[in-house]
């Protein structure tokens, strides 16, 4: 396990403070749970979100009939 120290400004110390209180209480290691609990959700959602972009990179839109995207300002205004 490693140890890091870190420099943060008034509010933001508070409102770490305050969410881990929140959700683990006046546990000593409250604060550290907390953290790693955000770094952890932070990359589940990146790698969502790199899971989806390869998705529609291999699946893409099709925006008209056959696929093809209009050439021209008056191809997307044709009714």
């Known amino acids: 396990m490693g140890v890091i120290t870190i420099s943060m400004d008034d509010k933001s110390e508070k409102l770490l403070?305050?969410?881990a209180?929140?959700?683990y209480g006046n546990k000593?290691?409250?604060?550290?749970?907390t953290i790693v609990e955000t770094i952890t959700e932070k990359e589940n959602k990146r790698l969502?979100?790199?899971k989806h972009l390869k998705y529609l990179m291999?699946?893409?839109?099709?925006?008209?009939?056959?696929?093809k995207?209009?050439?021209t300002r008056a191809e997307i205004y044709e009714r």
Do not use: T
């Open 17 to 19: 403070r305050e969410m």
């Open 21 to 23: 209180k929140a959700k």
């Open 28 to 33: 000593k290691d409250a604060i550290s749970k």
């Open 48 to 50: 969502d979100a790199i």
């Open 58 to 67: 291999a699946n893409p839109l099709k925006v008209r009939k056959g696929g």
């Open 69 to 71: 995207m209009p050439k």
